[in-house]
């Protein structure tokens, strides 16, 4: 089963920026869309970007768009979300998820998502 890592959180100040790095662990047999998530303590998983396989389709959540970029390097085979002008409501752990293969939209909903990573961490001072 596809298992994948994040990398490339840590602690920053407001208004900084950090690039996270999403790659699978093993063997991948193919995939959808990938999204990334957060979740805050005390608070629900939601999503924060996605992109389609083939890098074509991208979607953001509104608290998000516009500081955060989503991007994939079909050659690494890694999902990157840029964040920039970061703020102390971003602090969460952020995770990496996949859908199977057939699901290309980068779809809002934790459901649609099959794998996961463990998170990375963000957390942004004031």
């Known amino acids: 089963q596809e298992q994948l890592v994040e990398s490339g959180g840590g602690l920053v100040q407001t208004g900084g920026s950090l690039r996270l790095s999403c790659v699978p662990s093993?063997?991948?047999?193919?995939?959808?869309?990938t999204g990334w998530f957060r979740q805050a303590p005390g608070k629900k998983r939601e999503f924060v970007a996605g992109?389609?396989?083939?890098?074509?389709?991208?979607s953001y959540s509104d608290a998000v768009k516009g500081r955060f970029t989503v991007s994939r390097d079909h050659a690494r085979n890694t999902v990157f979300l840029q964040m920039n002008s970061l703020k102390p409501e971003d602090t969460a752990r952020y995770y990496c998820?996949?859908?199977?293969?057939?699901?290309?939209?980068?779809?809002?909903?934790?459901?649609?998502?099959?794998?996961w990573g463990q998170g990375t961490q963000v957390t942004v001072s004031s």
């Open positions: 998820a996949r859908r199977v293969l057939g699901g290309v939209e980068p779809t809002s909903s934790s459901d649609d998502y099959t794998y």
């Open positions: 992109v389609s396989p083939s890098g074509g389709t991208k």
């Open positions: 093993g063997r991948s047999s193919g995939y959808g869309a």
